[in-house]
């Protein structure tokens, strides 16, 4: 069973007396320095001198400085620049800036556990991990509303790395909603795995496999797009709400017998394998020395896949779809559909 950490658990003098240099102002720093700036935190925002997101900071009436500059002012450094990027930052801007008692704080667990980022022993290491995208973080800050979050210690030198984490996760608004305590291993863990198993790659292959039974078996494009992927939503959303019982509760009967009985048949148990096998790369390292030799070698696989999904049958066929009916949701904010695991 997990802690869970409320405002009232939060003392927020651990941070209100504090410098935080927030590195990064993307979907998640814009929303970490607005809330903790907001919250009467000292907050620097730290990005590189040709950086596009420099105007936006200082619009948003924060202080902007160089990554190294910000660092050096710092009692605490939210890295929150993309986990590819964040070895390198570290190695030139953090590292030769941290003094004893700081404190290095993540809101993934990728560059520590998979140790790309090795931090000297006499600094606190934590992880404020909001569960959700920047742009709800700041927006529920805003509406007097919270966002779940995690909390993981990774380090405590100072031994209130706890104190200092329930309180920066209370001046960004997490603690509203709940913070559960965690391991950099776990969060870093189960995040890779339910990206890969179900959220993203999963749920994607399933679409697209279903997709293509229909249409090979002579069905008509729309008809396959709107079942094995618009209606996703609609399921999803009962699922959220009420978990899988409210889902259940809502189809008929006929699509309960049918899910129930053939769910299985579908993701069998060479798919239970698979996941499994998905899990144990995860957990040895091989998923993530495979990702940093990627990055490392320019990404050709990973530009060749991503071209490769956007050609997809199954894009065209939608977005062509999604323009002609009132439903349209293309409009939204797109900032809204960023990465969210
Ligand atoms: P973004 O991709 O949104 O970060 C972009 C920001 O980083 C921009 O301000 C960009 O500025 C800056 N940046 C990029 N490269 C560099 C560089 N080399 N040096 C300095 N600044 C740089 O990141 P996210 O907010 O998505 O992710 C940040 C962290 O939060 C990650 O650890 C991620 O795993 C975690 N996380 C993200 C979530 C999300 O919803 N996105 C959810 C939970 C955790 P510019 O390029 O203009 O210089
Ligand atoms: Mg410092
Ligand atoms: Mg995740």
């Known amino acids: ?18 410098t935080v240099a927030v590195l990064g102002y993307g979907s998640q720093g814009h929303a970490h320095a607005q809330n903790l700036n907001e919250s009467g935190v000292d907050v620097v925002v730290g990005l590189r001198e040709d950086s596009s997101s420099w105007g936006a900071a ?17 009692d605490i450094v939210s890295v929150l620049v993309p986990d590819t990027v964040q ?19 993540f809101a993934h667990g990728f560059n520590i556990h998979y140790n790309q980022i090795r931090p000297p022993e006499d600094v606190d290491v934590t992880m404020v991990a909001p569960k959700s995208p920047g742009h ?41 909603a ?22 993203c790659g999963g749920v994607t292959s399933l679409v697209k496999q279903a997709y293509e039974t229909l249409v090979e078996a002579g069905y008509s494009p729309e008809m396959a797009y709107f079942e094995c992927l618009n209606e996703m939503k609609l399921i999803v959303d009962l699922m959220y709400e ?22 299985d048949v579908v993701v069998d148990e060479h798919a239970r394998e698979n996941m499994e096998q998905v899990l144990e790369q995860v957990q040895d390292g091989t998923f993530a020395r495979e990702w940093i030799a990627e990055n490392q070698a320019g990404r050709p696989s990973f530009t060749q896949l991503h071209q490769a ?23 939204e904010d797109e900032d809204e559909t960023e990465r969210v695991t």
């Open 1 to 18: 069973e997990s802690e869970i950490y409320y405002e009232d658990d939060a003392d927020t003098s651990h941070i209100l007396n504090k």
């Open 58 to 74: 200082e619009d948003d009436g924060l202080e902007v400085a160089t990554p190294a500059e910000a660092s050096a002012r710092a």
């Open 87 to 105: 070895p390198d930052v570290y190695e030139n801007a953090i590292e030769p800036n941290l003094d004893p008692g700081d404190t290095l704080q």
């Open 136 to 176: 709800l973080v700041r927006r529920n800050y805003e509406n007097d509303e919270g966002t779940p979050g995690l909390l993981a210690i990774y380090q405590d030198e100072t031994g209130t790395a706890k104190q200092e984490g329930l309180a920066y996760a209370a001046a960004i608004g997490c603690a509203r």
């Open 178 to 199: 709940g913070v559960v305590e965690t391991t950099f291993r776990e969060e870093t863990e189960t995040d890779l795995f339910g990206e890969q198993a179900v959220l």
């Open 242 to 263: 009420g978990g899988l019982g409210e889902m259940w509760d809502s189809v008929s009967d006929t699509a309960e017998y049918g899910g129930l009985t053939q769910g």
């Open 309 to 331: 999904e956007r050609n997809h049958e199954i894009e065209q066929v939608g977005a062509e779809l999604r323009s002609l009916f009132a439903w349209s949701e293309e409009t």
